[in-house]
C-alpha cells in the first residue's frame, strides 16, 4: 500500500481523475519525448463523456497546447483510458503511450503505476488493527512508524484553510453553461454562529474552489474535496484544535483512504459517487473520531457506518460539471462525518460489520451499477434535470 501523501494530492480541479491524472501524464510525456513536435490524445468513456465539464482538455494544455483530440466510447475498456501519441517533425509516430487515471490523480501507464513506493505491508484494517494491538501503538504511530517524514501534511493544512476561506470571499456564478451560483458566502453570513450552517458554508467554499479550478487538496478526490477540509476549517476557527492535531487527524483519514483505495476504488468513473464522497465521509469521521480521543474500534466503526450508508450513490454530473449534485453532496457527507463519528460512540461495541467488509461491499456495488450511473453524465439526474419548467441554481 503506497504513502498517504499520494491521496493528499494538491493540484488544480475540477476532477482528479480528469484533471489532475491527464496533467501529468501530458507532462510525463512532454518531458519523455522533448523533440515532439505534435501531440494526439485518445480520450475515452467518462474522459470522453465528461470532459468538457471536467475541463480535461484544459488540463493537458498547460503542457501540451496544441494537441489534437479524438474521443472514443468503447464500455469494455476502462472507464477513464486515455492515449497520448507524440509526433516527430516529419510525423512520425514515435510512441503511444497508454493512461489509465485510477482516481485521486493517479495513473497507470502502459498497466504500470507511474508511482511505485509501497509504504505499508499490511494492506486492509483488520492486519493493521492487529499489528496495532500487538505492538501496542495507536494507529497515528502505527502510520508515522511505516511513513516516515510527513511534513507534506502542513502544506496540505495550509491548501485545505486557504480553500476554504478563499471560497468564502466570492460570490457570483461558477464557470460553465450551467450558470449556478456560488453559495457560501451567503450562506456564512446568514448564520455565522450555527456549527452545522458554518459547516455547510464551508464545504461549499470548497467545492465551489474545486468547481472554479482552483487550487485544492484531493480528499481523497477533486470531486469530494470540500468534506473534509470544512471540518478541518471549523475545528481550527471555531472550536481551537490546534493545528498539530489536526495534521494528525488528517494522517489518520489519510490511512482510512489509503485502505479505500488499495481494496475498492476512489474513483467515480469505477464505483460511483459511493467510491467519492463514502470515501471522503468515512476519512471525515474517522479523523472526528481520532480528534476527539476515540478508541481503534470507534475510528472502525465511524468510518464503516460512513461508507455503509453511502452504499449505491451515483455518479451522475450534469453537463459533466461537477457542480450538480456534486457540492451539495459534499455539503451533506460532512454534516453526515459528524453524525457517524457521533453515533460510533454509541454503538461500537456491538457493531456487526468491520470496515474491510463494507469496503468490499461498495467496490462490489461499484461494479455492479450501470455505466450510465459512474461519471458519464448519460443517466439519473445528468439526464432528468432538464426537464425541470424553473431553474433554482
Same mark, same amino acid.
Given at each position: ?30 518531458? !519523455?519525448? @522533448?523533440?515532439?513536435?505534435?501531440? %494526439?490524445?485518445?480520450?475515452? *468513456? +467518462?474522459?470522453?463523456?465528461?470532459? /468538457? ?67 505499508? !505491508?499490511? @494492506?486492509?484494517?483488520?492486519?493493521? %488493527?492487529?499489528?496495532?494491538? *500487538? +505492538?501496542?501503538?495507536?494507529?497515528? /504511530? ?252
Amino acid at each position: 500500500m503506497i504513502s498517504i501523501k499520494n491521496l493528499f494530492e494538491i493540484g488544480y480541479g475540477p476532477s482528479s481523475s480528469h484533471t489532475i491524472g491527464p496533467a501529468k501524464a501530458a507532462l510525463y510525456v512532454k518531458e !519523455k519525448y @522533448t523533440f515532439a513536435v505534435y501531440f %494526439k490524445i485518445i480520450l475515452y *468513456n +467518462s474522459l470522453n463523456l465528461t470532459g /468538457e465539464g471536467h475541463a480535461t482538455k484544459e488540463s493537458i494544455s498547460r503542457y501540451l497546447p496544441d494537441a489534437t483530440y479524438e474521443l472514443k466510447k468503447d464500455n469494455k475498456k476502462h472507464p477513464n483510458l486515455f492515449y497520448i501519441i507524440p509526433y516527430d517533425s516529419n510525423m512520425n509516430e514515435l510512441d503511444k503511450i497508454e493512461f489509465i487515471s485510477v482516481g485521486g490523480g493517479l495513473l497507470l501507464i502502459n498497466g504500470s503505476p507511474l508511482i511505485e513506493n509501497d509504504v505499508y !505491508k499490511e @494492506t486492509n484494517f483488520k492486519d493493521i %488493527k492487529n499489528y496495532c494491538i *500487538n +505492538s501496542k501503538i495507536g494507529l497515528y /504511530e502505527y502510520i508515522t512508524k511505516n511513513e516516515g517524514d510527513l511534513s507534506y501534511m502542513d502544506e496540505v493544512f495550509d491548501v485545505m484553510i486557504s480553500e476554504v476561506r478563499d471560497g468564502l470571499k466570492k460570490d457570483g456564478l461558477l464557470p460553465g453553461v450551467l450558470k449556478v451560483s456560488r453559495k457560501a458566502k451567503a450562506l456564512f453570513l446568514e448564520e455565522p454562529e450555527e456549527k452545522r450552517n458554518l459547516i455547510s458554508a464551508f464545504a461549499y467554499a470548497a467545492s465551489e474552489e474545486n468547481a472554479s479550478s482552483n487550487l485544492i487538496v484531493t480528499a481523497p478526490t477533486c470531486g469530494a474535496c470540500g468534506v473534509i477540509p470544512a471540518i478541518v476549517y471549523y475545528l481550527y476557527n471555531y472550536e481551537n484544535v490546534t493545528r498539530k492535531l489536526l495534521i494528525e487527524g488528517l494522517i489518520i483519514a489519510g490511512l482510512i483512504g489509503n485502505i479505500i483505495r488499495e481494496n475498492a476504488t476512489i474513483s467515480g468513473a469505477v464505483g460511483g459517487c459511493q467510491a467519492e464522497i463514502g470515501s471522503a465521509t468515512a476519512m471525515a469521521s474517522a479523523m472526528l473520531t481520532y480528534i476527539n480521543s476515540g478508541t481503534l474500534d470507534m475510528i472502525e466503526c465511524a468510518a464503516e457506518i460512513s461508507i455503509e450508508h453511502s452504499l449505491g450513490l451515483t455518479c451522475d454530473p450534469v453537463r459533466g460539471y461537477v457542480q450538480i449534485p456534486c457540492i451539495e453532496r459534499n455539503v451533506l457527507a460532512a454534516l453526515r462525518a459528524l453524525d457517524c463519528a457521533s453515533l460510533a460512540k454509541s454503538i461500537y461495541k456491538n457493531r456487526k460489520i468491520s470496515l474491510d467488509t463494507i469496503i468490499k461491499t461498495m467496490y462490489q456495488t461499484g461494479k455492479d451499477l450501470k455505466a450510465k450511473y459512474r461519471e458519464t453524465s448519460l443517466g439519473g439526474l445528468a439526464l432528468n434535470w432538464g426537464d425541470d419548467e424553473f431553474n433554482c441554481w
